[in-house]
């Protein structure tokens, strides 16, 4: 009984033993089957393919206007609707005003001068933008005598100065000239600088007379724009140092060379550089 009660409770262990292994060897199973079956997909081989390259088509070149600016005058219900774009001008519509403009064309310079004038430095900064986005070269003197304008803004007149000499450099030589003479020194910087874009032989003694002002870096700039519109090489100066005393000097210098030359000068042409400094 004993040895019999002894083997019995040994098998018994003996089939837990093996019953436990038996359920953890499927559990395992269990995990790992969905896993071989994903495998392949998992490692399937990808085969590259070339796909024919196709260039697109060639597009004809067009201009930057969509739609073409009106030539034709302005109706009296175009003018009035011009008019009321003015406001318009400054704020949430000014771009919207703007395009408006360019749509009604070179026509309607007549009433967006009008906008050089109006209160608030933001309209008067985006009729000139407007001005300069229809290229409208009759607008040039109203840009002019906006640019000489002592109470308007710098900002402003510099602005118009620029625009004006780029659409018509030959009828800004006045501003030039006046503007050469302002109490703000950035204002006469901005003379200086835009007159070599100005070939017209009127604004080479407002140049030289430029070269003996109170700040080097307007004179610095009135020099450069004689080098580019005459092609003189003068002697070599220490500009970054200079006194006002050796700016009249360097005048003198090139007032003396400007009475030999000025009768038989000729601009040369701006596409044809010149030797390298």
Request: aromatic residues 8%.
């Amino acid at each position: 009984m004993r040895d019999r009660d002894g083997g019995g409770k040994g098998m018994t262990v003996r089939q837990q033993y093996f019953h436990s292994w038996g359920i953890a060897f499927f559990i395992v199973l269990v995990g790992i089957v969905p896993t071989l079956s994903a495998e392949p997909i998992m490692k399937g081989r990808v085969t590259p393919v070339q796909v024919p390259y196709e260039a697109p088509p060639k597009g004809q070149d067009l201009s930057a206007e969509s739609v073409p600016q009106n030539t034709k005058s302005l109706t009296a219900e175009e003018a009035q609707r011009a008019e009321a774009l003015l406001p318009l001008l400054e704020g949430a519509q000014e771009f919207w005003a703007m395009g408006e403009f360019v749509h009604l064309g070179e026509p309607s310079v007549p009433v967006l001068v009008k906008g050089l004038t109006m209160a608030g430095p933001r309209i008067r900064y985006n009729t000139i933008e407007t001005i300069s986005m229809l290229k409208a070269a009759s607008a040039v003197p109203a840009l002019a005598m906006a640019a000489k304008e002592p109470n308007e803004i710098p900002r402003v007149r510099e602005h118009a100065l620029r625009v004006a000499v780029r659409l018509d450099g030959a009828k800004v030589v006045d501003a030039i000239e006046s503007m050469a003479h302002d109490q703000n020194s950035s204002i006469r910087k901005a003379a200086a600088f835009e007159a070599r874009y100005v070939r017209e032989k009127a604004v080479i003694p407002v140049l030289i007379g430029m070269i003996a002002d109170e700040e080097r870096f307007v004179a610095f700039s009135a020099v450069q724009s004689l080098w580019i519109l005459t092609r003189h090489e003068t002697e070599f100066h220490d500009w970054e140092t200079s006194t006002k005393q050796d700016r009249q000097e360097w005048a003198s210098e090139w007032l003396e060379w400007w009475n030999g030359q000025k009768d038989s000068f000729e601009m040369s042409d701006p596409k044809r550089p010149g030797r390298a400094r």
